[in-house]
């Protein structure tokens, strides 16, 4: 990352690190995360780290973003959820307001407000075309009718980004949680990111400002939806980096303390077959991450694509790489709360969340038919 980023980021990183502390399996057995530990984080720019400093933010590029998001996922992947859904909702503030409302909201997230964003719905998951949320302008008022489900950061949100269609086209709406008409019920015993507050919500005829209609109306649904999703793509493909940090240094840990007939438990082939897969596991789903940021950060036109493959082949090697860890650490490893139990959790919803793999791998595809031509060198 550039020199003038290590700094900030080395602060942001001590910063989780005591937050967090050896809480994290406490956190994910009781499914909560202590809301005056986000706001704090969020105050300290910890949760929305790329937002100017004109907003309150640190400014980070999307590089030292990515190593501050891989070390919270490295710690504990459900504080590394709130953390991507806090950053989708600047981010959308940011991409789709204007400048009188990143004014106003931009400093909120970065000031220990916290944000969710709304986009599955029971009858629309990865077929967002589907949706059924709607919004009605009625005076200077905006009405927000619909179900959103499994809205990550919900559960500790004050307000909630939530996309859907109005009028002719697609849109996205801040939604305070407070407004009438607005229930929020949390989704109880998940099966990874236990305490990242996912939740239901439904909207029946809430009424907000329309100022918190972010950019107007008339979106294309595709570019609405393209535009959150790259960011929270790019944040789940860092943190599933630092689930295979977490899970190669556990492994190596044990394999190199216990000892089976006589010898090292890392000494024995097949195990050190196991250690090596994940070696190159991190350092597959890390440089990718790291072209994906580059290409942000340069405003390369590969960027969306850049994103897909980041995020599709980080969390399948995150997949892969966790289920290697518990072979290793065998009985150890499937304790309730140890690092590599939550990371075998945490890594298979990875493989879903934000895109899943078999989305993922027709977006690959269908780019590759769209764009490719035949390979230099080889004849037809």
């Known amino acids: 990352m550039p020199e003038g980023e290590a700094c900030p980021v080395r602060g942001l990183s001590t910063s989780v690190a005591e937050a967090v502390g050896d809480r994290a399996a406490d956190w994910d057995r009781s499914g909560v995360l202590p809301v005056t530990v986000l706001r704090r984080l969020g105050a300290e720019g910890v949760l929305c780290a790329q937002v100017p400093g004109a907003y309150g933010g640190r400014g980070l590029n999307s ?130 990111c236990r305490a990242a507050g996912h939740a239901d919500v439904e909207f029946t005829d809430a009424r907000v400002p329309a100022a918190n209609l972010l950019g107007g109306s008339g979106w294309s649904l595709t570019l609405l939806v393209t535009s959150a999703l790259t960011y929270g793509r790019l944040s ?8 295979l940090r977490a899970c190669l240094g556990a492994a190596t840990a044990h394999a190199r303390t216990r000892r089976q007939f006589g010898k090292r438990l890392g000494d024995h082939q097949l195990v050190a077959r196991h250690i090596a897969e994940l070696v190159v596991a991190e350092q597959i789903a890390a440089r990718s991450c790291e072209h994906a940021s580059s290409c942000w950060d340069d405003a390369s036109p590969d960027l969306v694509l850049a994103s897909v493959l980041a995020k599709h082949t980080s969390a399948v090697q995150a997949a892969h790489g966790a289920a290697t860890a518990v072979q290793v650490l065998a009985s150890t490893g499937a304790d309730d709360g140890h690092v590599v139990a939550r990371a075998y959790r945490d890594a298979k919803l990875m493989e879903i969340i934000e895109g899943s793999n078999e989305i993922c791998q027709l977006i690959l595809a269908q780019h590759a038919l769209e764009t490719r031509e035949d390979l230099p060198g080889i004849a037809p």
């Open 236 to 243: 789940v493909a860092w943190g599933c980096v630092g689930i």
């Open 63 to 192: 590089a030292g973003n990515g190593a501050l998001t891989a070390y919270a996922g490295s710690l504990c992947s459900s504080l590394r959820s709130v953390m991507t859904s806090q950053g989708m909702a600047a981010w959308a503030v940011q991409r789709l307001g204007d400048a009188e409302q990143r004014k106003a909201h931009l400093p909120v997230l970065t000031s220990g407000g916290l944000a969710a964003v709304a986009f599955s719905e029971p009858g629309a998951g990865s077929d967002l075309a589907a949706m059924g949320t709607r919004f009605r302008v009625d005076g200077d008022e905006v009405v927000v009718t619909g179900q959103k489900t499994w809205v990550t950061a919900a559960h500790y949100a004050d307000l909630i980004v939530v996309f859907g269609i109005c009028d002719d086209g697609a849109a996205a709406v801040i939604v305070p949680v407070g407004t009438p008409g607005v229930r929020v019920r949390r989704i109880a015993d998940p099966l990874g």
